[in-house]
């Protein structure tokens, strides 16, 4: 149980101990700072540890904040200071310095409040929760004490709790139709105990409930589809609504969260092709088009915000007119609608289910990502060009992460080196789109079976290596990520649609699904800091220029109907490499209690 030592004087009154032990603490009272030192040292090491001036006024909400997040070190609010087992060392050192200094004038001075400035002397990274309008104070008589109170008194608590509860920025669907309500689902679950991860899994199981009924093929399942993929959305956007609600973040909630969104979403698009296909219309084609264009907007994504992610601020002219466009009402929500956020892609593809059929669907929901796609890609591409900024070493790592590279690309990348510090900066990103263009194109424009696409493979992988021989630190070098997994994942949808045997694409679909799980999970744990993932896990699974070779070298090689049942088998291998590896790494981060910040950024 987490400890709260209580110093200074009690105020007759106060319901500052009530308020502690409800959020969990186990309180203990403290005459001054050497009585503090000695019960901040029998404290339970493995656990929370909180000082708090029992002058402290303010709402249960404030202290909630700054007392229980787990998701910071060590954390403040006017009043109170809290460690967690982490950061309890610095916490240590800053009473023990204080309590050297000989400082007595607690009615004067709060004893919380010079242990957080001797800890921010100390370099300490402290957090300070955003209060808005509730109140945190130590009154220091009792005319202040009054004041405090009554403005306590004047603001809702709860009112607070529950619009913090929703996220800052999100899509128009999402604020508008679902979070009035939802925030609301929100609280009743935290009133009866439920987690963010058991309302996570219940959006999941309700969206694969959705895909089966779209894989009937029939009009009653198609409505039904579309009425439980919103009912999945709305508890999608439950589970975060009630991890802010209750300070319920975790490792794994970070990552079940976002695991389940990709999940749920392609699960939906085998569901409706699989329908389709009951009706007499193959469109597995559109499904993993579908697939293949979304997981690529996503990269794109990640790969600029890593590659800005230690930049300083943006001054350039598109930048400029961006930030105006966003001081403007109207314009804010036209932009969030038009590329085409999460909430507005699920209520896209969930009318279309209930009202007209699978083809139509993935038509308009590809139309539209591409659309989306363009309009952000070259807005950035816009950005990057405008901006004067150089490239950290943190973000040329994160970009080769994402690039996913294996050991053909590495060994080559080695030996050309020297050649491609001669090349211009631009060339990178351009060797990345014109090698990827080549194998596609190849793959597409000759028979199956035929030489072509392994010639060009063999290409991809120099070329490929030639990209990645020096830091991905150029203005446009974000690109060569998703330049990537266009290449990889095309060739996988060309040559099994050229194969033209019944399940080839389905067990592409399958094969392209747990090549991008890895991919997103590489994404998570970078923005986990966690690292990427192992290097034995990219050599076994090949990297993304060795399957490509390996899918051409199938290609032609093998018969048809022996590719389908090769692109089965790497699917299964892949995806039991992946997964294994993935679950074993996400469950042992969060029994270490390694704290995840989840996205309060764009929608994804």
Not at 68 to 74: A, G, H, K, S, Y
Not at 335 to 344: A, F, H, K, N, S
Request: hydrophobic letters at 50%; one cysteine or more; charged letters at 15%.
């Amino acid at each position: 149980m987490p400890t709260a030592i209580l110093t200074g004087q009690p105020v007759p009154g106060s319901s500052i101990e009530s308020e502690l032990r409800s959020l969990g603490f186990d309180v203990h009272l403290a005459s001054g700072a050497a009585d503090t030192e000695t019960l901040l040292a029998r404290a339970p090491g493995d656990e929370r540890v909180a000082v708090v001036d029992a002058r402290f006024v303010g709402h249960p909400h404030a202290l909630r904040l700054g007392l229980t997040d787990p998701r910071f070190p060590l954390a403040a609010i006017p009043g109170a200071v809290t460690a967690q087992p982490a950061a309890r060392q610095a916490l240590t050192r800053a009473m023990a310095r204080e309590n050297s200094a000989g400082g007595t004038a607690l009615a004067v001075d709060s004893l919380a409040d010079r242990i957080t400035a001797a800890l921010d002397a100390d370099g300490a990274d402290v957090h300070r929760p955003e209060l808005g309008s509730l109140v945190a104070a130590v009154p220091a008589d009792p005319q202040a004490r009054n004041e405090a109170r009554q403005a306590v008194a004047a603001v809702d608590d709860e009112a607070v709790r529950l619009k913090s509860a929703v996220k800052a920025r999100d899509g128009f669907v999402t604020t508008f139709l679902i979070s009035p309500y939802s925030r609301y689902i929100a609280r009743w679950c935290a009133r009866r105990g439920l987690t963010p991860n058991q309302v996570t899994t219940a959006s999941l199981i309700t969206a694969l409930i959705a895909a089966g009924c779209a894989a009937t093929g029939t009009r009653g399942g198609f409505v039904a589809a579309g009425v439980l993929l919103i009912a999945s959305f709305v508890l999608d956007c439950t589970d975060g609504q009630l991890a802010r609600y209750s300070l319920q973040y975790s490792t794994l909630g970070a990552w079940l969260d976002a695991t389940f969104d990709r999940a749920k979403e392609y699960a939906y698009y085998a569901g409706l092709a699989l329908g389709a296909a009951r009706g007499g219309d193959d469109v597995w084609a559109l499904a993993l088009g579908a697939m293949v264009l979304q997981t690529c907007r996503h990269v794109v994504d990640f790969s600029f915000n890593e590659a800005n992610h230690d930049a300083s601020a943006n001054t350039s002219p598109t930048a400029a007119l961006s930030d105006k466009l966003d001081s403007v009402g109207w314009t804010v929500w036209v932009r969030r609608m038009i590329v085409l956020p999460i909430g507005e892609r699920w209520a896209m593809i969930a009318v279309l289910t209930a009202l007209t059929t699978p083809r139509i669907t993935f038509y308009a929901l590809l139309i539209g990502c591409a659309f989306s796609a363009t309009y952000t890609t070259a807005g950035r591409v816009l950005r990057s060009l405008t901006r004067k900024a150089v490239r950290t070493d943190r973000a040329a790592k994160a970009l080769a992460d994402l690039a996913d590279s294996g050991p053909l690309a590495e060994a080559a990348a080695r030996g050309l080196r020297t050649a491609a510090r001669r090349l211009p900066g631009f060339t990178t990103p351009a060797l990345a789109l014109l090698g990827g263009a080549a194998v596609v194109a190849t793959a597409a424009l000759t028979d199956f079976g035929g030489p072509g696409p392994l010639v060009a493979a063999i290409v991809y992988v120099l070329t490929s290596a030639l990209a990645v021989a020096r830091p991905l630190k150029g203005a446009l070098d974000w690109l060569v990520p998703p330049f990537f997994r266009a290449a990889e994942y095309l060739t996988v949808l060309v040559l099994a649609a050229e194969a033209d045997v019944n399940g080839a694409l389905p067990a592409a679909f399958g094969l392209v699904a747990a090549v991008a799980y890895h991919h997103y999970d590489t994404v998570y744990r970078i923005r986990g800091d966690a690292g990427a993932p192992p290097q034995w896990l990219v050599r076994t699974i090949g990297g993304h220029e060795g399957r490509t070779l390996v899918i051409c070298v199938l290609a032609v090689l093998l018969t048809a109907t022996q590719f389908k049942v090769a692109l089965t088998v790497l699917a299964v291998a892949v995806a039991l490499v992946v997964l294994v590896e993935s679950i074993r790494f996400w469950v042992a981060a969060h029994k270490v209690g390694a704290p995840a910040v989840h996205d309060e950024g764009e929608p994804a």
